[in-house]
């Protein structure tokens, strides 16, 4: 008898991103012309000093410090620190992309049986790192009328269980571009101090947000230095998805600790050396990086990316109603592009479950 995979193999789910891929390279030998809204990879350079530093290989590729070198922990503590965020070198972890960086805060985050609060329509990997840490996703639908913001409080409060154990954010969101303000990040953050949960909030489009308002990180939120973990990439600040490298951050220690851990116990030893090694070369003047929208080579995305939809109107959701029992005008700042025009649909939207 031949032997079986194991059960979690069979769960893993397909990639609904990389499943396109074929179909897309079919399409371009045929001669059209194709638009990667399925995956987010920026088309505009890597800096050229990243590129460069690759050109000045070490003699040996050596294995480094399971947290990343000091070289490129430094290149992290200075990005935090242009964002007005001070994390020590101790407080941050290197990993294999922001990917690495969900899957390490999910193991270590939750047992296996475990659940995870998230929002939907959400990024369609989630479904797969939760697959490999053995957790279940339990998704709170947001709606496109209320510009995709959170739901109140009452729907978290009704999808709590014994076994729930963390709240994963994506901000900006993927896909639905939608940026959570700091109070509707301060509400869900007191959710998750209230009931003892962690909150994994990813940030790897920072950036990516284009009409002047400036994201509040978790990491910046006074007073939940215990719950939050911020997981970050490369990938898409610097057009860099292929380096594969990105960072944890927390300042909770035992959660720290067991990140690091979750390095070795996944035989990762340590991130990846061309990587980091070109990290380190990330000019200072893309920290932050200029708008994606002043760039020369604006792609159509970018050109999508306008506050202002087909029809000239400007598209405004309403400010979160939570933690509020009714919404407050929304402000000028609070203004978004229209969810059929979202930036940020740089992923698929997950299959339907
Ligand atoms: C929301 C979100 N988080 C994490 C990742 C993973 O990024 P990386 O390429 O750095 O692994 C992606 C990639 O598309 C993403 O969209």
């Known amino acids: 008898m031949p032997p079986l995979v194991s059960d979690r193999g069979r769960r893993m789910p397909a990639s609904p991103i990389r499943k396109l891929m074929p179909l897309a390279e079919a399409a371009k030998a045929r001669g059209v012309r194709v638009y990667h809204l399925n995956i987010g ?20 590729f050596a294995y480094s410090p399971s947290v990343g070198t000091p070289e490129c922990l430094a290149t992290f503590v200075e990005y ?30 939750a047992n296996e049986g475990d659940e995870v609060l998230l929002v939907e329509p959400f990024y369609t990997n989630y479904q797969a790192f939760a697959t490999m840490a053995g957790l279940r996703l339990r998704p709170l639908t947001c709606r496109g009328e209320d510009g995709f913001h959170l739901p109140a409080r009452e729907a978290w409060e009704g999808a709590l269980t014994p076994r729930t154990r963390l709240v994963l954010l994506c901000n900006p969101n993927n896909p639905t571009g939608t940026v959570y303000g700091p109070e509707e990040l301060q509400a869900v953050a ?32 006074p007073g939940f230095e215990e719950n939050v973990v911020v997981v970050d990439s490369l990938s898409k600040r610097y057009s860099a998805c292929g380096i594969r490298l990105g960072c944890l951050a927390t300042r909770n220690r035992d959660l720290y600790l067991a990140c690091l851990r979750c390095r070795s116990t996944t035989a990762r030893t340590s991130p990846p050396g061309c990587s980091r090694t070109s990290a380190s070369a990330a000019p200072p003047s893309w920290w932050p990086p200029p708008p994606v929208s002043t760039r020369p080579r604006a792609s159509a995305r970018t050109r999508c990316a306008s506050p202002t939809c087909s029809s000239g109107k400007t598209w405004r959701p309403p400010w979160t109603s939570w933690p509020r029992a009714s919404p407050p005008t929304a402000r000028p700042a609070d203004s978004a592009p229209c969810p059929s025009r979202q930036p940020a649909r740089l992923a698929p939207r997950p299959p339907s479950r």
């Not at 101790?90 to 690495?100: N, P, Q, V, Y």
């Not at 209230?194 to 978790?218: C, I, M, P, Q, T």
């Open 41 to 60: 990879q920026p088309d505009l350079e890597t800096p050229e000093p990243m590129r460069r530093r690759l050109a000045q290989a070490p003699r040996i």
């Open 80 to 109: 935090y620190r242009r964002l007005g965020i001070p994390l020590s070198a101790d407080e941050l972890i290197t990993t294999t992309g922001g990917s690495e960086a969900v899957l390490f805060a999910l193991m270590a985050c």
């Open 190 to 221: 007191a959710f998750c101090r209230e009931h003892g949960l962690f909150l994994v909030s990813d940030e790897v489009y920072r950036e990516f947000v284009y009409d002047g308002r400036k994201l509040v990180s978790a990491l910046a939120l």
